[in-house]
């Protein structure tokens, strides 16, 4: 529907005819004589076109012109359907291990082997855009750990930097201490007053870099309040060639830290979960959802789009031809004259 932002500036409408009233009637006499001080404009100009015509369709003219500025001081505008805007007032941070162990193929996704990375790409991503009203943030992690994506709400973006990530692009090692201790200072230093803040940490191994200690950084993070989810991801059992022909059997989550896991979800109140193949991680994200549910939509947001330029450019068009007709006269005038001068 349309509506004026500021109904208030039609009052303005009236106001030429008040200026009319209030200025004394000299004034536009004495004008009048100062713009024509002999009969000879009125020849030149009565040669052209009929004056009493023109003054009239002048004066409409400027009276079109005055309603449209006044109408683009009040700014129209078209209000749009009204929209569900859900807003959790969570922060969301998601910490994913790029090390070099994420290398290993001991996942399936659409009846193939693939890696760790590429399985939790796959997961992680339906899981980001189901998070409608979460500011959710980014955080890639390997021998150091680096911020990709601060706290936001757009999910897209969230969602292409996760899938554009590399295996080996934050180095070999892994750093769980420092990519807790990342999450804290940015959640601490965004200050956006959210009422839970939680990190949803994904590791197939055992912090063997980084400054901080996991165990530590859990404590700096129960101080603030922020709810830690540990995964620990890669199957129990891989059947590789052995070096004597023939397959064997090994463990490739052999250097898994689950105790460690397990405790720094204690400590802030969260909870760890173990993923041995691709099912159980999309299993542990939906139970995710339910123990932080998305919130309920809630309406009461219309969008509008203001079209004041429109009545605004129109008005300033037709003052631009009222302000060309003013000087008509005066430049037929000078041709006159110029073909009189001529003509003796």
């Not at 060639?241 to 250097?255: E, K, T």
């Not at 008005?315 to 009222?322: D, G, V």
Request: with cysteine; glycine share 8%.
């Amino acid at each position: 529907m349309w509506s004026l932002q500021w109904p208030w500036a039609l009052l303005l409408l009236p106001l030429p005819l008040v200026m009319r009233w209030l200025l004394p009637p000299d004034v536009i006499s004495r004008d009048a004589g100062l713009r024509v001080p002999n009969l000879q404009r009125f020849a030149a100009l009565a040669a052209s076109r009929d004056s009493a015509q023109l003054l009239r369709w002048q004066f409409w003219v400027a009276v079109l012109a005055w309603l449209l500025l006044v109408l683009a001081a009040a700014r129209p505008q078209r209000i749009g359907d009204e929209l569900e805007i859900p807003v959790t007032g969570r922060n969301l941070m998601l910490a994913v291990d790029l090390s070099g162990s994420m290398d290993a193929k001991d996942f399936q996704l659409q009846m193939r082997k693939v890696d760790r990375l590429t399985a939790t790409k796959a997961v992680a991503s339906d899981f980001i855009r189901r998070r409608k009203g979460d500011r959710i943030g980014l955080i890639l992690f390997g021998e150091r750990a680096y911020l990709q994506v601060p706290l936001t709400l757009d999910r897209e973006t969230v969602n292409v930097l996760l899938l554009e990530s590399e295996i080996g692009l934050a180095g070999e090692k892994t750093a769980i201490g420092d990519a807790i201790g990342l999450a804290v200072k940015r959640i601490n230093d965004a200050g956006t007053g959210a009422q839970e803040q939680v990190l949803i940490l994904l590791t197939d191994g055992a912090n063997t870099a980084g400054n901080i200690q996991p165990l530590k950084a859990a404590e700096l993070a129960a101080q603030i309040g922020l709810k830690i989810y540990t995964i620990g991801i890669g199957a129990e059992a891989m059947t590789v060639p052995s070096v004597l022909g023939g397959l064997r059997q090994v463990n490739p989550s052999a250097d898994l830290d689950e105790a460690t896991l397990t405790e720094i979800a204690r400590l802030t109140g969260g909870r760890y979960f173990r993923a041995k193949d691709t099912a159980g991680l999309q299993e542990i994200y939906e139970l995710l959802d339910e123990m932080e549910p998305v919130a309920e939509p809630e309406a009461g947001f219309r969008p509008a789009k203001s079209y004041y330029h429109w009545p605004l450019a129109l008005a300033l068009a037709l003052s631009a031809c009222l302000a060309l007709i003013a000087v008509l006269p005066d430049t037929l005038f000078a041709r006159a004259n110029k073909v009189r001068s001529h003509a003796g």
